[in-house]
């Protein structure tokens, strides 16, 4: 590391030892965070500890030096293990009567989910005390954007984060991992670097270098089952995937070539959604019969997709993936997503993208409702740039354009599209979310 200019900062007595100061001189501890971006970074992830054991155990203090697993239940097994535990062996998911083998000395307590969940919003309410932009992923993980907060806290986001670790466990009583980076694909991921009590950061001089080592499933949406496609191209690090072209990337893996292509040189420009922002939007329905065959699933299709814009367009918003849902008549349900180059508030696009998938979909199950929707919303500015969108959608967007406007004036009912026109007979009102 290059030499640090600026000071670090003690996360027991929040004091400033001078760069490079080691262990702190104010209190002793060896806790000292120094980093050369330190100042000018502000998107976090915070994950709190072992969450449900780390509640119990602040509850029940003679649990504090024992293996503990919270599980049980009706799945009958681990939902969570403490630390302790966790080093001989125990680990999330696991059968209960494996994590009893490993550690046959573990105590084991039932989840008591509204406690957690109590806790939970605790832990959300102080961290909508430092920004309005938090994003809370799960009941004990989080991002936060601090951008623009210097002035407001008299301190950088790096500082305000530690004070609030420092919060969280005098006040609240558990702990707390912090990740605190650029962006939320390399916050999230050194909040897990340094776990539990952590606090780590992954500046922009370093991403490139850092991501180089790590294995693909590092990347936000490459588990096990795409992990071994690219294994078999021979791709197991970013590093390779850093060294591969963007069309490359794209021609092997489709959208998901894109994702690889900037996620593994550490460009993520997704923004930190506060809660309360719509995560999708979609619309299904439900069939009075269960239907098979894929000429009649289209104009359902079709008629969902034209809801979904018409939401879109309204609220001025677009999506980047396109997300379908089916449920069979078993009442098994199947979502297939797909990202887009650009996002689109486009019934068309949507429909186009949405039948795709659907073609696949199609085996012969009878299904009883049928879904489409996009997430990963944004503003509309970005959507659809004709000189992006090919020639022909380009017309289409134009017709589009058109009939929202006919739509406007006389209705919904007064322009029928050729999908819309033969809607299948059989479907009911829509739902929307
Ligand atoms: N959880 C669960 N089943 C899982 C994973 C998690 O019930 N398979 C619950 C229990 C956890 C909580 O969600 O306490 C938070 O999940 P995390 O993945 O953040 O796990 P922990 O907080 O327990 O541990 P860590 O310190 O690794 O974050
Ligand atoms: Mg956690």
């Not at 990337?249 to 994702?259: F, K």
């Amino acid at each position: 590391m290059a030499v640090n200019a600026s000071p670090g900062i003690c996360r027991d007595c929040l004091s400033r030892p001078q760069p490079g100061v080691r262990r702190c001189p104010a209190c002793g501890s060896p806790r000292v965070l120094h980093h050369e971006e330190l100042s000018s970074l502000a998107i976090a992830h915070i994950d709190c500890d072992a969450f449900y054991a780390a509640i119990e155990k602040r509850d029940n203090p003679a649990l504090r030096d024992k293996p503990l697993i919270i599980g049980g239940g009706k799945r009958g097994v681990v939902s969570t293990a403490c630390y302790i535990a966790r080093i001989n062996g125990v680990r999330s998911a696991m059968p209960m009567l494996k994590a009893l083998e490993a550690c046959p000395q573990a105590v084991v307590l039932k989840p008591d989910m509204e406690k957690y969940a109590r806790v939970g919003r605790q832990v959300r309410e102080m961290m909508l005390a430092l920004t309005p932009l938090v994003e809370p992923l799960s009941i004990d993980e989080a991002f936060l954007d601090l951008s623009g907060t210097q002035r407001l806290h008299g301190a950088e986001p790096a500082m305000v984060l530690a004070r609030f670790a420092a919060r969280v466990e005098k006040e609240i009583g558990i702990t707390v991992s912090v990740g605190l980076s650029y962006c939320k694909f390399l916050a999230k991921v050194a909040s897990d670097r340094d776990k539990p009590r952590g606090f780590s950061v992954i500046g922009r001089g370093e991403a490139l270098s850092f991501l180089a080592g790590q294995p693909v499933t590092t990347i936000w949406g490459v588990g096990k089952t795409f992990a071994a496609t690219l294994a078999r191209d021979g791709i197991r690090t970013i590093g390779q995937l850093q060294r591969m072209e963007r069309a490359e990337l794209m021609r092997r893996y489709g959208t998901m070539g894109e994702r690889l292509y900037s996620l593994s040189r550490g460009q993520d420009t997704r923004a930190v959604k506060p809660q309360g922002a719509a995560k999708s939007v979609s619309s299904e329905t439900t069939f009075d019969h269960d239907i098979a065959a894929l000429e009649d699933l289209v104009p359902v299709l079709r008629a969902l997709s034209e809801r979904v814009s018409a939401r879109l367009k309204k609220a001025d918003i677009a999506g980047r993936t396109v997300v379908l849902k089916l449920k069979s008549a078993d009442f098994r349900i199947r979502t297939r997503n797909r990202q887009l180059g650009d996002p689109t508030r486009l019934a068309d696009r949507i429909f186009r993208t949405g039948l795709d998938m659907l073609k696949r979909e199609v085996d012969g199950t009878r299904f009883r409702l049928l879904g489409i929707g996009v997430a990963d919303l944004t503003d509309a500015a970005k959507a659809d740039p004709p000189d992006l969108v090919d020639t022909l959608s380009h017309k289409r967007a134009l017709a589009e354009g058109a009939i929202d406007s006919l739509r406007e004036k006389y209705g919904r009912q007064a322009v029928e599209t050729g999908y819309t026109f033969a809607r299948a007979r059989n479907a009911r009102p829509q739902r929307d979310r």
